[in-house]
């Protein structure tokens, strides 16, 4: 990539394409992925901004590898393990090793830069067991999409 | 830290303290440092938010490790090796190894994301013979501050 990359339009760069959040699936919707830095030069890590419409959700999901997350646009909810945390522009958010997470936008959408390791395993999803556990609390239970 | 934190204030967040850009030296100006993500959890990365005040700077250096960087408040101006580029809200910069920058802000502040290998060597400062062949060119020359 080049030493300086505009914004050519709001979260939109040039040179830099708008893509699926994940190849296939039916267990997120209205998500988007744009790869900002693809490590490199020795960087051993990526940043991602990842845009979600209003009524949209990430991956309920979890993996070995850390996510650190800044809103950078509107406003959104996240589930971390058992805590559901009100987003707004700014705020950061870190997703420990096997954690189950998940990302809603509701009235605006959620957009956040993570960063995250370029060598990481692969995400896993809550087998019917998880889901039963993590569905024990009422307020998870209504939360969750899969 | 916590999974959540929180911006208390405009680009200040809870329980994150303002640090000084660098411990000594008289080669940068006005700026500050807030230390987002320090690794861990198997993270090879942290991220650090920089803010220059009005007239202010950073020091003008190089050092093997890459810099991937990320404007999120202000304006401002920055020297990747022989090129001067005008920053804006959103713009990404990439800083390759062992090339010479200097970050300056102008009527406004300039506050960037930097994301950047925990593991990392330290930064070098131009001798007499490098600033020498910086200031070959005049524009370099007005722009850089030592």
Known sequence: MSAHVRQV????????GVAPYKHVGTHFAGITR???FDGGDGLSCQLRYFEI????????ER????????????????????EIADLAINDLVRVPPLT?????ADGAPLGFLCMVDCA???PERPDAAALAALRADPVIAEFIRI
Request: proline share 4%; net charge positive.
């Open 120 to 122: 990481r395993d692969i």
């Open 100 to 104: 189950w997470h998940q990302f809603r």
């Open 63 to 82: 993996h070995h590898h850390a996510h650190a997350i800044m809103v950078v646009r509107g406003s959104g909810r996240v589930l971390i393990a058992e």
């Open 53 to 60: 419409e209003p009524g949209g959700y990430s991956s309920l």
């Open 34 to 36: 744009q790869l900002l």
């Open 9 to 16: 339009s709001p979260f939109r760069w040039e040179g830099i």
